[in-house]
């Protein structure tokens, strides 16, 4: 089976920075891969570059077999781009227009795909914002009206409302309350399950990556350092990151002073030299 | 017990055009060296007490109640008292961390500008402070940081530079809204690790806006929990997450994915929160609620009572006009 992602030997640097080196990874159409790691890894560097919209250095990725072009030229490809890939930032300011009501990003979305009929469209619209906890009321408010977490699921929406191959999330469900976390994420599991919709999801927190992905590439200083199915990766981390990683999650009797001094020791170490 | 630096007192804020109050009748109280943490669903008004602990309020809002900072009430403060109040006393960490910063300016100058302002030192001390407290954020090369641009660090390096601007001026009462969401464990551990020393050796006070059930747990002394607009459990964290009473913060709990055991699919609370255009008769959480009773949860609004079983203790309380008849899953919910 072709899988939906195939990624080879990615690479990017901001002048000094190494930002993502040696990524390389494949998807099968509905498989979710967790990417996980500390501030700074290069986690959404590596999105970014899934949607285009940063350019690597080396390394390819293809979507559907089609290696994913460099540049992309002219609507008709620019269309296609948006349904191979779509993102959801962590920001969500940056997926929604400020001047434009939820409910106006999302029509507009719909009417740029090829959605022509107008009430059709309005359905689509309240049957996607349904879908993440959304009403009437926040489809008529700008972003600036909503709440973090409403705006941030007014962000997914619209990402699904594209239906793309692929969906990377980055941070994408940190900001939401547990409760509407839930659903989001049950959601995600049904669109991979029933639509076939392959994830890619950034997220600090282990237990939800657990709950949505099959494995998980762990990245330190920009470098894979482990990519394993989730239960063999907690269940026996070998990385020095990974353990500090699961030791790091909030539980009773937790002693962030002595994470924080297990994480600056390892950051001492010179990049490039596995620790042990 | 020590003095409250935040005080906020049946503060009521209606929006123009909505069904239901923003806030409705909120109080809650921080003390210096207190860690409270403020939970509850997407909507329910968390930010918007936040922000109207700096004197903000959302454009075209009407407001009952009052406001205290270190005993000062900022919601009838002039401008020059409330930069004041801001520059000394209260400062926050807000959720987008892109949206409080200006993309054309360079980190140092968001950090230093500040301190030449308000404290009129010179260029060279308040960078070598704003240096201090970035490398007390976890941030690399902090000199380096400086130089760089908002888009040219990460999520969490921004949302650490946000953190590091509002310890800027020394605040006595710190709101951090949603502050590690966007940053991995082991930099939310050592985030904590710096508010933890701030608390006990300076006597900060904190309120902590989390979604992160597990880390009010870990860190808070005290947890309010909101539902639409009101609060609707408060306990301490032991007793808040130990024995949970109130329906909605049962469901809170049930609803977070667990990290071991066999993965099952989630059961968030059922429904969808109810929107600034729905006002509910009674109880706001009763169309969700499993334990909702015709005739008595949609009579009127629940107060915020006191339990009085004795091993509840001191200052916990729960909205629900049902609490003595609902069993708390203790256990089940936090194995
Ligand atoms: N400036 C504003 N104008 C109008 N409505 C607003 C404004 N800010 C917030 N609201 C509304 O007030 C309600 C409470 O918002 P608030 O931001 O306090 O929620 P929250 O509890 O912080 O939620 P989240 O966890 O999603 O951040 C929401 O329904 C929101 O849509
Ligand atoms: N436009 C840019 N210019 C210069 N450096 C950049 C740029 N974008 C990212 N970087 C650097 O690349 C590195 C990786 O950043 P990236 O945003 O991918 O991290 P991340 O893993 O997503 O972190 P976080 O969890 O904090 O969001 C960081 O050191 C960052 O400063
Ligand atoms: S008052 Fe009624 S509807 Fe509200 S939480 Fe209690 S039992 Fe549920
Ligand atoms: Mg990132
Ligand atoms: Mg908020």
Redesign the interface.
């Known amino acids: 089976m072709t899988p939906l992602l195939e990624v080879t030997g990615l690479r990017k640097a ?1 002048g000094p920075t190494l930002a993502v080196d040696g990524v390389s990874f494949s998807l099968p159409p509905g498989g979710a891969l967790g990417l ?6 290069g ?2 560097t590596t999105a970014r570059m899934l949607v285009g919209l940063e350019r690597p250095d080396s390394g390819s990725i293809s979507v559907l077999g089609r290696p994913l072009a460099p540049a992309v030229h002219g609507r008709a490809a620019r269309l296609a781009r948006a349904k191979a890939v779509q993102m959801v930032y ?4 940056l997926s929604l227009d400020a001047r434009l009501t939820i409910g106006e990003t999302l029509d507009g979305v719909l009417r740029l795909h090829g959605h022509h009929d107008r009430s059709a469209r309005a359905a689509r619209v309240r049957e996607v914002l ?1 879908q993440v ?6 489809a008529a408010a700008h972003p600036r ?6 705006r941030q ?1 007014a962000a997914i929406a619209r990402a699904l409302a594209v239906e793309p191959a692929v969906l990377v999330l ?2 994408a469900v ?10 989001v ?2 959601l995600l ?1 049904d669109v991979r399950r029933e639509a076939g919709i392959g994830l890619v999801f950034v997220s ?5 990556v ?2 949505v992905c099959d494995e998980a590439l762990v990245l330190w200083q920009g470098r894979p350092v482990e990519h394993r199915p989730l239960p063999e990766l ?1 269940a026996g981390p070998e990385h020095p ?1 990974t353990r ?2 699961l030791a ?5 009797g ?1 002693d ?2 002595g ?2 001094r ?3 020791a390892l ?1 001492e170490l010179v990049p490039g030299e596995r620790p042990d | 017990m020590n003095a409250s630096l935040l005080e906020v007192d049946g503060l009521t804020v209606e929006l123009p055009g909505t069904a239901r109050p923003v806030l409705d009748a909120v109080t809650l109280r921080v003390a210096a060296g207190e860690v409270v943490g403020l ?5 329910s008004g968390k ?1 918007v007490t936040a922000r109207a602990a700096l004197g903000l309020l ?1 454009p075209g809002a009407r407001r009952a109640g009052r406001v205290l900072v270190g005993g000062e009430d900022v919601l009838g403060a002039g401008q020059g008292r409330l930069r004041a109040l801001r520059a000394a006393e209260v400062s926050m960490v807000f ?5 409080g910063i200006n993309p054309v300016r360079r980190i140092g100058d968001f950090l230093t500008e500040p301190l030449r302002l308000t404290r009129r030192w010179n260029r060279r001390r308040a960078e070598e402070r704003a240096v201090e407290l970035l490398a007390a954020v ?1 941030l ?1 090369e902090p000199e380096r940081q400086l130089r760089r641009y908002p888009h ?1 660090l ?4 921004l949302q ?1 530079v946000m953190i590091a601007g509002a310890l800027a001026g020394e605040p006595r009462l710190l709101l951090c ?2 502050p590690t ?10 985030i ?3 508010l ?2 701030l608390q006990r050796e300076r006597g900060l006070g904190l309120l902590l806006i989390t ?5 009010a ?3 808070c002394d005290r947890v309010y929990v909101m539902y639409a607009g009101r609060i609707v459990e408060r306990a301490t964290a032991a007793e808040l997450f130990g024995r949970p009473r109130h329906p909605y913060t049962i ?2 709990l049930g ?6 055991g066999p ?1 099952a ?5 059922p429904g ?2 109810i ?3 729905e006002a509910a008769p009674g109880c706001a959480f009763a169309v969700r609620c499993a334990f909702a009773q015709a005739g008595r949860c949609d009579q009127e609004v629940p107060a915020l009572l006191p339990l009085v079983d004795g091993a509840d203790g001191a200052g916990h309380a729960a909205a629900c006009v049902r609490l003595a008849e609902i069993p708390s899953p203790a256990e089940e919910v936090r194995p």
């Open positions: 901001y996980v790691g500390e501030s700074g890894s986690k959404t962590q920001d969500p300011y349904a906890g959304l009403g009437d009321r926040e009206r909503l709440s973090g977490g409403q699921r980055d941070e940190s900001a939401l309350d547990v409760s509407v976390q839930a659903q994420l049950n599991t600090h927190d282990l237990a939800v657990r709950y907690l990151y500090l990683l790091s999650v909030p539980h009773p937790w962030p002073g994470i924080a297990r994480r600056r950051s | 939970v509850g669903e997407s909507g930010s959302p959720q987008d961390p892109r949206a976890g690399p040219q990460s999520g969490g390096m650490r809204d949603e969401t966007a940053l991995d464990v082991s930099t939310q551990a050592e904590l690790a710096l933890g020393r979604h992160d059930v597990e880390l747990a870990a860190t469901g809170l609803s977070t994915p667990p990290l071991t993965p699919r989630l059961r968030p609370v969808t929160p929107g600034l255009d």
